[in-house]
């Protein structure tokens, strides 16, 4: 395996590593840096690809400079090799909403992580990035998404998840046929009254840039991607329950 970076958008670069064994068509593992005043990283990837992911993240910044460490959920892949991140990056945070923090993170994290409220936005000199909670969507009592203000890039989470090798991004292309392939193989999103409404509130924010933990970052019109992503999960829950479609288009 080897862990590749490309920028996605200004001073956010995705690194992924694409795993061929264990799934059909492969599986990429995407970790990003924004690479501000005060650099974020978003998932830490796995205990075991920890020093392939230290060693990109190496590749544009000295670690001694990372600050804050985030992630969608409580999740091996999302947050597995948090400690070994505290460990090498000795100026480095957890950042977390607070639900999270008081459920998982107060115990599992190394040194105190600081909880923020659904909303709140992180000044990291260059950028700013808003927390958004998303219980339950895609998974995950504790879930949240990061919103890049400044570049309008969404980091997504397992939101959108497809499986294959991937280019780093995609522009203005169908990424939600894929997404929906991986929903049929996974049955991993939770189907809620909650679950459109929620994807529905992130395509309000208009982003430009979808970074997928799993796949392609995606480059363009970005709400309208979540929107129908939203109305795919909507016909479901209504498959499931015999209710009418979301009436919210």
């Not at 990109?56 to 990372?66: E, G, N, Q, S, T």
């Not at 009254?193 to 970074?211: C, K, N």
């Not at 999960?233 to 479609?245: E, N």
Request: one cysteine or more; aromatic letters at 8%; a negative charge.
């Amino acid at each position: 395996m080897q862990t590749t970076v490309h920028e996605i958008a200004q001073d956010t670069y995705r690194m992924s590593t694409y795993v061929a064994e264990g799934i059909p068509g492969g599986f990429t593992f995407n970790q990003f840096l924004i690479d501000a005043d005060e650099p974020l990283l978003f998932h830490t990837g796995p205990r075991a690809m920890f020093p392939l992911v230290r060693d990109a993240v190496a590749k544009v910044i000295d670690l001694d400079r990372l600050r804050w460490i985030s992630f969608g959920h409580v999740e091996s892949d999302e947050c597995g090799s948090m400690n070994e991140w505290l460990a090498a990056a000795p100026n480095a945070t957890v950042v977390f909403n607070g639900l999270g923090c008081v459920v998982s993170l107060n115990d599992l994290s190394d040194r105190p992580p600081r909880a923020v409220d659904d909303g709140e936005r992180l000044d990291l000199g260059g950028h700013t990035v808003r927390v958004v909670t998303t219980p339950h969507v895609p998974h995950g009592w504790e879930a949240q998404v990061l919103f890049d203000e400044t570049t309008a890039t969404l980091f997504c989470g397992d939101l959108g998840t497809q499986v294959g090798d991937a280019p780093a991004i995609v522009h203005d292309t169908d990424v939600v046929t894929a997404a929906l392939a991986a929903e049929e193989m996974f049955n991993a999103t939770c189907l809620t009254p909650a679950t459109a409404p929620t994807i529905r509130r992130l395509a309000a924010f208009g982003p430009r840039t979808l970074a997928l933990m799993h796949g392609p970052a995606f480059a363009g019109d970005g709400a309208t991607v979540l929107d129908a992503l939203a109305d795919a999960y909507a016909d479901r829950l209504a498959g499931a329950t015999g209710d009418q479609p979301d009436p919210v288009r």
